[in-house]
């Protein structure tokens, strides 16, 4: 089973950048597509962005304004997302997920979350 660990959260000021990973626990990682979400309090979890197997077709939400980049290195068991002009409004617990087909039924692995506070 897939586990997934997020890291490179914290504290960083408006204008800040910051790059999140997500790490797998298998080297199966490479077959699933990645994406992150955030939650942040008292609000929905919401789609931040994906990538696809073998790196192709990355998704954003279109609130993001091209300030977030995603990207993938399989050979590490890795995908990130690198955060340019954090606003306050980022404040959220980010979340990674990978989603894939095993045995012929799709499933989803969540991490555990890493939290990301955007503040002067």
């Known amino acids: 089973q897939l586990q997934l660990v997020e890291s490179g959260g914290g504290l960083v000021q408006p204008g800040g950048s910051l790059r999140l990973s997500c790490t797998g626990s298998?080297?199966?990682?490479?077959?699933?597509?990645v994406s992150w979400y955030r939650q942040a309090p008292g609000r929905e979890r919401e789609f931040v962005a994906s990538?696809?197997?073998?790196?192709?077709?990355?998704n954003y939400a279109d609130s993001l304004q091209g300030r977030f980049i995603m990207s993938r290195d399989d050979a590490r068991n890795t995908a990130d997302l690198q955060m340019n002009a954090l606003k306050p409004e980022d404040t959220a617990v980010y979340y990674c997920?990978?989603?894939?087909?095993?045995?012929?039924?799709?499933?989803?692995?969540w991490g555990q979350g890493t939290q990301v506070t955007v503040s002067s």
């Open positions: 990538i696809g197997t073998g790196g192709a077709g990355t």
């Open positions: 997920k990978a989603g894939g087909f095993e045995n012929d039924r799709y499933v989803d692995y």
């Open positions: 298998t080297s199966a990682f490479y077959q699933y597509v």
